[in-house]
């Protein structure tokens, strides 16, 4: 393996994923995000609450700049771990090219980290939820992500040690993950506060973060790919003895 190669890449496809995901969420996510924090204000201006609009303009400036920074950092973390991920599973994923082997492995991420625990706990405009119980409902999709991945991670394991000679592995597998998550998604509780927001906004923005972050692991999955394919880290450079 060409370490400093397979970094490399690893880590600039990860940025341009992530950079362009904040980028598009400026465009695709945000309008969702202002309606809710209207209605956020109007609510407070009822319970008689100032808000200087000063200050407010000055936060919202830099809470949006800030989301093109944290949309590179969320990508150079994740796709640390996708790049360790198609490493390790590059070998045993279908595909004709390293391209079409990323976008495969790219989507089991997507289904596992993303689709699976937004079943449980979706995401919300800033309008849902009670302040006070933030770190509480952060712990719980942090939890049911975390037991969606390394459940997924355990049984990419397990795939790899059955062998050829296991041929029932391609049912067993996806079964063993249904049955554990299907167990956590009844055992965990639900989300706490209830939907005060309009329905319409809620899902809109649900809708509009689905598809910037299914398009973050598309990107993630073809970049990374590409420079798999044109820059080939996984072989080993030779010295030849004359």
Request: charged residues 15%; without cysteine; glycine residues 10%.
């Amino acid at each position: 393996m060409k370490t400093i190669t397979f970094i490399a890449i690893t880590l600039i496809s990860g940025a341009i994923a992530g950079t362009i995901l904040g980028a598009v969420n400026q465009v695709v996510v945000e309008p969702y995000i202002e309606r809710a924090i209207e209605l956020e204000m109007q609510n407070a201006a009822q319970n008689g609450e100032i808000i200087n609009p000063i200050e407010f303009a000055a936060y919202r400036f830099w809470q949006r700049g800030g989301e093109v920074a944290a949309g590179t950092i969320l990508g150079l973390s994740l796709g640390s771990l996708f790049g360790i991920v198609f490493a390790y599973g590059r070998g045993s994923v279908p595909g004709s090219s390293n391209k079409k082997k990323a976008l495969v492995i790219a989507g089991i991420m997507w289904f596992t980290l993303f689709l699976i625990p937004a079943l449980k706990y979706p995401a919300n405009p800033p309008a849902v939820g009670d302040p006070d119980t933030i770190l509480y409902r952060q712990g719980l999709y942090l939890a049911f992500l975390a037991i969606s991945g390394f459940s997924a991670l355990g049984l990419a394991f397990l795939y790899r040690r059955l062998g050829a000679t296991m041929k029932a592995k391609k049912a067993l597998i996806p079964a063993i993950y249904a049955v554990i998550m299907a167990g956590t998604y009844f055992a965990m509780p639900p989300n706490p506060d209830p939907i005060s927001a309009p329905m319409d906004l809620v899902i809109s923005f649900r809708i509009a973060s689905a598809f910037t972050i299914s398009m973050f692991w598309g990107l993630l999955g073809i970049t990374l790919g590409a420079f798999w394919d044109k820059l080939r880290p996984h072989e080993t450079a030779r010295i030849s003895m004359r």
